[in-house]
């Protein structure tokens, strides 16, 4: 963790530092700390074998524990822990249960976050393309991009009133910005996705402003595009 370069390794030097939530949050350039406590619930049962209940905390977790066994390095020791504790994640995160609780969570969060009406670039996607990922390897998968005052969110929230999606969008990100500067900066935010390969050409079935990316990925394109980070659900996997 101390040389791991991902999202979760910059949490763990910071809780190494003593820094508080707030100040992670803000060294990471991220207004909100919530997601500070879910890489700490990862950490916990990387290093200490306390395991999360969560659904989407166990599949974050399985993936790095299964980064971690593919090291030749590790001791017969090491590798008996992390494929044990595997095991049980694995079956944790088909807790059914436990999995539409989480869900009506985030759909709650993301009623919260709409109903505030800021001016941003808006980031979503499905629960099913949180569960089962379009790139497993990386992580990535689907995730609608838009700004706020266009109509393509509009058309997307919508789209779940009637038969046309499955099941209901989860809000993960706003990336806000003055209003004025929306077009613009929608328009820039596509061309790096793009320009990154996180490309929606390999999704034409989905619609055009479905990208497979992360948000990890699109905090950094808004960080360099000046837009404040405002996390509403954190998916926790990074791309590594």
């Given at each position: 963790?101390q040389?791991?370069?991902s999202?979760l390794?910059?949490?763990?030097r910071?809780l190494q530092r003593?820094?508080?939530?707030?100040?992670?949050a803000?060294?990471?350039?991220i207004?909100t700390?919530?997601?500070v406590?879910?890489y700490?619930?990862t950490l916990?049962?990387?290093?200490e074998?306390d395991?999360?209940?969560?659904?989407s905390?166990t599949l974050s977790?399985?993936r790095?524990?299964?980064?971690?066994?593919?090291?030749?390095?590790?001791?017969?020791?090491?590798?008996?822990?992390?494929q044990?504790?595997?095991t049980?994640l694995?079956r944790r995160?088909?807790?059914?249960?436990?999995?539409?609780?989480?869900?009506q969570e985030?759909h709650?969060?993301t009623e919260k976050?709409e109903?505030r009406?800021?001016f941003?670039?808006?980031?979503?996607t499905?629960?099913h393309y949180?569960?089962?990922?379009?790139?497993?390897?990386t992580?990535r998968?689907?995730?609608k991009?838009?700004?706020s005052?266009?109509?393509?969110i509009?058309?997307?929230?919508?789209?779940?009133?009637?038969t046309?999606?499955?099941?209901e969008?989860?809000?993960?990100?706003?990336y806000?910005?003055?209003?004025r500067l929306?077009?613009e900066?929608?328009?820039?935010?596509?061309r790096?996705?793009k320009?990154?390969?996180?490309?929606?050409?390999v999704?034409?079935?989905?619609?055009?402003e479905?990208f497979v990316?992360?948000t990890?990925f699109?905090d950094?394109?808004?960080?360099?595009?000046?837009?404040?980070?405002?996390v509403?659900n954190e998916t926790?996997?990074d791309d590594?």
């Open positions: 963790m040389a791991d370069e999202r390794g910059a949490v763990y910071g003593d820094l508080t939530a707030d100040k992670i803000a060294e990471l350039q207004e700390s919530n997601f406590w879910n700490k619930q916990k049962a990387l290093l074998g395991l999360p209940a969560k659904p905390v977790v399985s790095k524990f299964r980064t971690l066994l593919k090291n030749d390095s590790l001791s017969p020791a090491a590798r008996r822990y992390l044990t504790n595997l049980e694995e995160s088909n807790d059914t249960a436990a999995r539409v609780a989480e869900a985030a709650e969060q976050a109903s009406n800021d941003g670039i808006y980031a979503y499905l629960p949180l569960r089962y990922r379009f790139d497993p390897e992580g998968t689907l995730m991009v838009g700004r005052d266009s109509d393509i509009q058309r997307f929230r919508a789209q779940t009133r009637t046309a999606l499955p099941e969008p989860i809000l993960l990100r706003i806000k910005t003055d209003g929306n077009a900066t929608e328009s820039k935010f596509h790096l996705l320009a990154a390969d996180h490309t929606r050409s999704a034409r079935m989905a619609g055009r479905w990316t992360s990890k699109l950094e394109v808004a960080r360099v595009l000046d837009l404040t980070v405002v509403v926790i996997v590594d």
